[in-house]
């Protein structure tokens, strides 16, 4: 993909950049869930603030400032990562799913740096269960990642070419 690709998979992480941090905002400064319980907005959907220490879903906590840091440290480099990779890719898709996890990365980061936590809100539920709380940037992340594997998977490989086919056949 030309370097235009490339800027569109830029643009998209900033989109997301952008609606992660407006959600965190709307959030805490204009709901102030931070301070109350959750608001039932569906009878399978709360808005529920909860402080993330870890990584996706509460796993590996980072419990102490280095802790914290460390994880802040760690994602910073996937997120570099990502962009370099980006900076390559020619297929669209690609290009989408690199956008979504980049953005969603740099808006947790923020967060790390910001609180020391990452804000989660989103929190669906059915009867008895309860799904893990995420945030806008979580589910980029996830739709991103999402779409590299299923492209993995889905992903033939390449047909040799006209001038190997021939030259399998004269052998």
Same mark, same amino acid.
């Given at each position: 993909?030309?370097?235009?690709?490339?800027?569109?998979?830029?643009?998209?992480?900033?989109?997301?950049?952008?609606?992660?941090?407006?959600?965190k905002y709307w959030v805490l400064d204009v709901l102030q869930l931070d301070q109350r319980?959750?608001?039932?907005?569906?009878?399978?959907?709360?808005?529920?603030?909860?402080?993330?220490?870890?990584?996706?879903?509460?796993?590996?906590?980072?419990?102490?400032?280095?802790?914290?840091? !460390? &994880?802040?440290?760690?994602? $910073?480099g996937i997120a570099v990562a990502v962009a370099l990779w980006l900076r390559r890719e /020619?297929? +669209?898709?690609?290009?989408?799913?690199?956008?979504?996890?980049?953005?969603?990365?740099?808006?947790?980061?923020?967060?790390?740096?910001?609180?020391?936590?990452?804000?989660?809100?989103?929190?669906?539920?059915?009867?008895?269960?309860?799904?893990?709380?995420?945030?806008?940037?979580?589910?980029?992340?996830?739709?991103?990642? !999402? &779409?590299?594997?299923?492209? $993995?998977?889905?992903?033939?490989?390449?047909?040799?070419?006209?001038?190997?086919? /021939?030259? +399998?056949?004269?052998?």
């Amino acid at each position: 993909m030309s370097s235009a690709g490339a800027k569109s998979g830029y643009a998209l992480a900033a989109a997301v950049l952008l609606a992660d941090q407006a959600s965190k905002y709307w959030v805490l400064d204009v709901l102030q869930l931070d301070q109350r319980p959750g608001i039932d907005v569906t009878s399978f959907f709360r808005l529920t603030f909860v402080g993330n220490a870890g990584v996706s879903m509460g796993m590996l906590q980072a419990d102490s400032d280095l802790g914290r840091w !460390l &994880l802040t440290f760690i994602t $910073a480099g996937i997120a570099v990562a990502v962009a370099l990779w980006l900076r390559r890719e /020619k297929h +669209a898709v690609d290009v989408a799913a690199l956008g979504l996890v980049l953005g969603g990365a740099m808006g947790n980061i923020i967060d790390r740096v910001r609180f020391g936590h990452v804000v989660d809100f989103l929190h669906f539920f059915w009867e008895q269960y309860s799904f893990w709380v995420f945030n806008v940037a979580d589910a980029a992340i996830t739709v991103g990642v !999402l &779409l590299l594997l299923g492209r $993995a998977v889905m992903a033939r490989p390449d047909e040799p070419s006209n001038e190997a086919s /021939k030259d +399998a056949k004269d052998a």
